[in-house]
């Protein structure tokens, strides 16, 4: 197993009842989907989170995260529960199972029951950027050597699951839009790949250098050495956005959060940034690298690159900024 094991729709079941209870939850679904998806796509998660290693997922009760400590969730009062104490990555939701790369079992493809918590192996993929579409799990694998390319993984009629190898691609930063796959690819210079499910009608919209990208409100975001840049899923309508350099985005609602973070270039601008969707007014937030950038609820999360890592958050109205760490151990059951 390599080292980059360190560094990587909703379908909400409802109740009939009265007609009163049915409009209830009814509210809660839509209010739960408008607030998890950007771009009107549901994956099990955002996808501008799947790019950063999806730490962070929204349940319908709470937030679902995992660190260094395990597996745990966030009601919406702010208390944390232990749902397990190994280590895992990639986090994707449904109504029922939570998704995972299990780092105990060299990453391959878990999912654990959110009622009973109990948990299972569905795949002897090491998996990574896990997308959950109409009930199939398409996912990359570039730990081991042997496994590198593109899956899906579904479940047949009686219960068994399948896996399946679509390419044999080295791609990682998989995010599914609008009946196609689209992923960095590791082996031509890190372009921007899209192709339909199936692997066929492959292109390449996005030029070589790419960093990290998600695509959100119909446009790919994608960062270089150059900058930031945003064009259409075909490449057209190119803009550039910033002219930093950037390793980490997140694209949500109203703003892009972006930063740089390297441990060897010190002379570099790292600070942490937003700006509006068309790059225009940025601010910064703090003088602080962020590092896999992740947006739950009301607050965007991501790992301090000037504090060893550790988890911070600042609050969406930028009015709160702390150690994450410290305030979820203080919560915890």
Known sequence: MENAWKNKKVRIAVIAGTVATLAIIVMAVVSFIVN???????????????????????????????????????????????????????????????????????GKLYRMNLETQEHEK???????????????????????????????????????????????????????????????????????????????????????????????????????????YKCKPDGSAQVQLVDLRVSDMNVTEDYIYYSYYSASQTDANQQFYRVDLDGKNREMISSDSAIGICTAGDYIYFQNGYKKQELYRVSKDNKVYENATEVLQLNRK
């Open 36 to 106: 998890s998806k950007v771009d009107g796509v549901w994956r099990g998660n955002t996808a501008s989170n799947i790019a950063n290693e999806a730490m962070f997922v929204e349940a319908e009760d709470g937030t679902i995260y995992f660190n260094r400590d395990g597996l745990f969730k966030m009601t919406p009062d702010g208390e944390v529960q232990r749902l397990t104490d190994y280590i895992v990555s990639s986090l994707c939701i449904d109504e029922q199972y939570l998704y995972y790369s299990y780092y105990n079992d060299t």
């Open 122 to 228: 569905i795949s002897d993929i090491a998996c990574g950027s896990l997308n959950l579409v109409d009930g199939v799990l398409y996912h990359s694998s570039q730990y081991l050597d042997s496994q590198k390319g593109i899956y899906k993984t579904y479940q047949q009629e009686d219960g068994t699951f399948t896996t399946e190898q679509i390419t044999i691609d080295h791609a990682g930063n998989l995010i599914y839009y609008n009946d196609r796959l689209f992923f960095i690819n590791n082996a031509d210079f890190n372009r921007v790949y899209s192709m339909k499910l199936d692997g066929s009608d492959r292109q390449a919209p996005v030029g070589r250098g790419t960093s990290m990208f998600t695509i959100e409100n119909g446009w790919i975001y994608y960062c270089n050495k150059n900058g930031m």
